[in-house]
């Protein structure tokens, strides 16, 4: 039997997402959990690898196992033997053909920025610390002309792997919550580093040291030693997977970003 779940964690602790030998990874927690339920080896594949430092809170993965075992029983029997900082929020059968990540059709991500004069302590790692004063609107509006289909070469990391570096980017906005700035980017997937990259470039236009058109520019010129910074990993976070509305998740695998990450954010000004 296939089954999905819907993940949650703060990853300050881990070195990413996939398992790797003498490491502490969310892939390794939760298959370890899994195993303890299943009473068999569980392996597992996720709808996006997210790096060491990296935040989800609508992560989705999927597993096989031939232990019958309800959906309550693997979603509370797992929470159980997992760490306080990683959690299954839903379990759910699929078919056999579901794939975690062949079948997603959009992968959202959300970065946020601490803009502030001093660090705190709530928001230590899990918010990228920026200084200097950055204009929301200015960043939002530099942004739009990543929208549709492009080459990103200009927003991967050096040592990205995947073979073809054009993406279908199909929304982005920038919001100010109070100090918070916002960024929240949409796309069928993402190339390595990516998001972080975005928000390097975004915050470069946001404090005026790049004008707004330099984003167009870089797209342009697919150089990524010519771009900005790669956005502390402490920032982002992996929000929400849409899969075809046949998938069979459950209803409330949704919506784009956590519900309860919106609850903690000052109100949008």
């Known amino acids: 039997m296939r ?3 819907g993940l949650e964690y703060l990853g300050s602790a ?3 997402w996939q398992r790797q030998d003498g490491l502490r990874t969310v892939q390794g927690e939760v298959e370890d959990a899994l195993s303890r339920v299943a009473d068999h080896p569980v392996l597992t594949r996720c709808a996006g690898r997210t790096d060491a430092g990296v935040h989800a809170t609508g992560q989705v993965l999927h597993f096989d196992s031939m232990a019958v075992r309800s959906a309550r029983s693997w979603l509370l029997g797992a929470n159980r033997h997992l760490p306080q900082d990683i959690s299954l929020q839903w379990v759910c059968p699929v078919a056999d053909g579901f ?3 062949y079948a997603a059709m959009t992968r959202s991500y959300r970065y946020l920025i601490l803009n502030a004069p001093v660090r705190s302590s709530l928001w230590t790692g899990r918010a990228c610390l920026w200084h200097t004063p950055l204009d929301a609107a200015r960043m939002h509006a530099a942004l739009q002309v990543l929208v549709g289909r492009h080459d990103f070469s200009a927003f991967r990391a050096a040592e990205c792997q995947s073979v073809s570096t054009e993406r279908v ?3 982005v906005t920038v919001t100010r919550r109070g100090p918070l700035v916002v ?3 949409t796309a069928n997937a993402f190339l390595h580093h990516m998001m972080r990259n975005i928000a390097g470039a975004a915050l470069a236009v946001g404090e005026g040291s790049q004008p707004a058109d330099w984003i167009g520019d870089l797209l342009a010129a697919r150089d990524r030693t010519i771009a900005g910074i790669t956005a502390p990993a402490a920032g982002l976070y992996f929000c929400h997977v849409r899969y075809p509305a046949g998938a ?3 209803v409330g695998a949704g919506p784009g970003q956590s519900a309860i990450m919106d609850a903690l954010l ?3 000004r």
């Open 3 to 5: 089954i999905a779940v």
């Open 14 to 16: 881990y070195a990413g």
């Open 99 to 101: 794939h975690a990540r």
């Open 169 to 171: 980017l199909e929304s």
């Open 183 to 185: 960024l929240d980017v």
């Open 248 to 250: 069979g998740l459950p």
């Open 266 to 268: 000052p109100p949008e």
